[in-house]
């Protein structure tokens, strides 16, 4: 019984045995890679901690460098220029006042129409721009005389009924009046937008 005993408890030891060896050979611890092996690390006093916060904070020291300034340059003052000397003013001639013929203008021919709203001023100056034309007044002195000539203009610029309607009391200046309106027919026509059939037109013819 003992030797039963024995033989069992050595089997099992060897069986022990053979397991703690087999697991020293497999297995290996491996290492984290990464990480140091060993760390050194320094004990430090909390007192030392403490005084490191308490300490203020320290100032930012400004630079003692001076930035270069440039130097401005004056420039000269404008120098003011002496106004230039006014010319001296001249006399003035005395001049005798002129006489009445002197001042008035040379009359000029004029024209008006029977129709009270006529909106075409360009027509009248065209029409009274022809008839200047053909006007030659006698070689003699015509000073101060005027003639009123009066005729009618139909839509096609016919001229009709031209006749003295006030004499300018010499015969060859009412005659080369009306010789001026004849040699001017036929006159432009009325304008498109006139209304009026015939135009009555007092001309006056004046002497120079």
């Known amino acids: 019984m003992k030797r039963a005993f024995t033989f069992a408890l050595s089997g099992h030891l060897v069986i022990l045995l053979a397991i703690w060896l087999s697991g020293q050979t497999f297995y290996k611890p491996t290492r984290i890679q990464g990480y140091p092996t060993k760390i050194n690390a320094r004990v430090v006093d909390k007192t030392q901690i403490q005084q490191l916060r308490q300490r203020p904070p320290q100032k930012q020291q400004k630079s003692t460098v001076k930035p270069e300034i440039k130097k401005q340059t004056k420039k000269p003052a404008p120098v003011a220029k002496k106004p230039a000397a006014k010319p001296a003013p001249k006399k003035q001639e005395k001049t005798s006042p002129p006489t009445p013929a002197q001042t008035s203008a040379p009359a000029a021919n004029t024209l008006s129409v029977d129709a009270q709203d006529f909106p075409f001023p360009e027509y009248l100056l065209l029409m009274q721009y022809r008839v200047e034309r053909q006007w030659n007044p006698p070689r003699v002195n015509l000073a101060g005389k005027s003639a009123l000539i009066f005729f009618r ?33 036929p006159l432009p026509p009325l304008p498109d937008q006139a209304s009026m059939e015939t135009l009555g037109v007092h001309f006056e013819f004046v002497g120079n």
């Open 153 to 185: 203009l139909s839509r096609s610029g016919k001229v009709a009924e031209a006749k003295i309607e006030r004499s300018s009391g010499n015969f060859s200046f009412d005659q080369a009046a009306l010789r001026a309106v004849y040699s001017a027919d």
